[in-house]
């Protein structure tokens, strides 16, 4: 078993697709099913099912992907320890984050690293803090950045918390309530709102402070995209619950404060002392930046 056969099955994996896979990896079609077929002769079950129309992951396949991903980032994170003893900090870096990140320049740390450390390539998913919370415990990425509720367990990872921040009602700029000083969860109950779908960390903010209240409410609108919910705002179709900060950086809306609002509590998490050397180079610089 070799990395390169794990790294052509990922890529089958990602893309269902053998033609595809082989264009990024960068090989011939023929090599690539030659690497996935040695894998599953090693392994002694087949991967995929294949037919001329489709290609689909076998249960062995599903259960092989974690596992796979893990290792490869294991793989990685050992070259650039290696590299690190030698004062080169190089090699990958996985980052998640959150669309409502504000607490952060994240574009910002990444000039400044790749200034210091120009041997770093960094890859940025914006997702679910559950995802990336998820991607950071198996190994799959780095580091992420998470907002979730005070309560929220966050297992698995080391913690950093950036900030802790009460959620804003987010209005469009000619409603009713742009002119309000802070309003109630009750005045947000006899609007229609727009929000994260259901299950995700910045959902369950939002409905579990509505439940400790007893209060129900219609949401119009489900996006998991922070920047078309203030799209809906402004277009009128229902009220967000978003951070603050992230409302003062959009145009067209404006936030009220609500008394009763949930509180949020952002994060960087990550491996603590498993993680790659450009990963604590990462969070070294995250640190500076913060307030004491």
Do not use: K, N, Y
């Amino acid at each position: 078993m070799t990395p390169l056969q794990l790294r052509c099955a990922l890529a089958v994996a990602d893309a269902l697709h053998f033609t595809r896979a082989a264009h990024e990896v960068g090989t011939a079609q023929s090599a690539l099913s030659a690497h996935v077929a040695r894998l599953e002769d090693e392994l002694g079950t087949a991967l995929f099912e294949r037919t001329s129309r489709s290609v689909r992951l076998t249960a062995a396949g599903e259960a092989l992907l974690p596992r796979a991903r893990a290792v490869l980032a294991e793989l990685d994170r050992l070259r650039t320890d290696v590299a690190a003893v030698t004062g080169a900090v190089e090699g990958p870096l996985r980052i998640g984050t959150i669309p409502t990140l504000a607490d952060v320049d994240l574009a910002g740390l990444l000039a400044l690293l790749r200034r210091r450390h120009p041997g770093v390539r960094a890859t940025v998913v914006e997702q679910t803090s559950g995802r990336t919370l998820a991607a950071v415990a198996d190994g799959t990425l780095d580091v992420g950045f998470t907002g979730t509720a005070l309560s929220e367990p966050l297992p698995g990872v080391q913690v950093q918390v950036i900030a802790t921040e009460p959620l804003a009602a987010v209005v469009a700029e000619d409603d009713p309530w742009a002119a309000r000083r802070r309003l109630r969860l009750r005045d947000l109950a006899g609007r229609a709102a727009v929000d994260f779908p259901a299950g995700t960390s910045g959902r369950r903010q939002s409905d579990e402070a509505f439940a400790a209240a007893g209060l129900a409410r219609e949401v119009a609108v489900e996006s998991s995209s922070a920047t078309f919910l203030l799209d809906l705002v402004r277009a009128g179709v229902g009220v967000a619950l978003l951070p603050a900060a992230a409302a003062r950086a959009a145009g067209g809306v404006r936030a009220v404060a609500v008394v009763d609002a949930p509180v949020r509590r952002v994060c960087a998490v990550h491996a603590g002392a498993a993680s790659s050397a450009a990963a604590r180079a990462f969070l070294d610089l995250l640190a500076r930046r913060l307030p004491a």
